[in-house]
């Protein structure tokens, strides 16, 4: 059960980078291409620093790869499942298993090659 969150609702957007409120554990295991998971939150400044780089890879891997960004405020029970400590992580997840997790913000060549390498 998803807890409530104190946090005001923002605008969900869909595209190439998929900015998304609540997601359900189900949403995640079940889809059959890989996932870019990036756990992120409105009040913190290095996850706005991260926007940027998801949008290009999106962008640019997202023939491959789901780039997913979710409030991690709003979805406790995908924090706790996935072992989220800070924010932003974000996670590689193929066939329901996470492959890669990448911490803080990185140059976007290290989430190309650690993505390509995992995907491999």
Do not use: H
Not at 32 to 37: D, H, M, Q, R, S
Not at 66 to 82: E, H, M, Q
Not at 88 to 109: A, H, Y
Request: proline share 8%.
């Amino acid at each position: 059960m998803l807890e409530e969150s104190a946090y005001p609702a923002r605008e969900e957007r869909e595209g190439p980078l998929r900015e998304r409120e609540v997601l359900t554990e189900k949403e995640i295991l079940a889809g059959k291409e890989p996932i870019l998971l990036t756990f992120s939150a409105p009040w913190c400044p290095p996850c706005r620093a991260l926007k940027p780089i998801l949008d290009r890879i999106a962008r640019e891997l997202g023939k491959n790869l789901k780039v997913l960004v979710v409030d991690a405020d709003r979805n406790p029970s995908l924090v706790g499942r996935f072992g989220v400590e800070g924010v932003p992580t974000s996670l590689l997840v193929v066939d329901g298993e996470v492959k890669d997790r990448i911490m803080g913000v990185q140059p976007f060549e290290t989430f190309r090659k650690r993505l390509e390498k995992a995907l491999a």
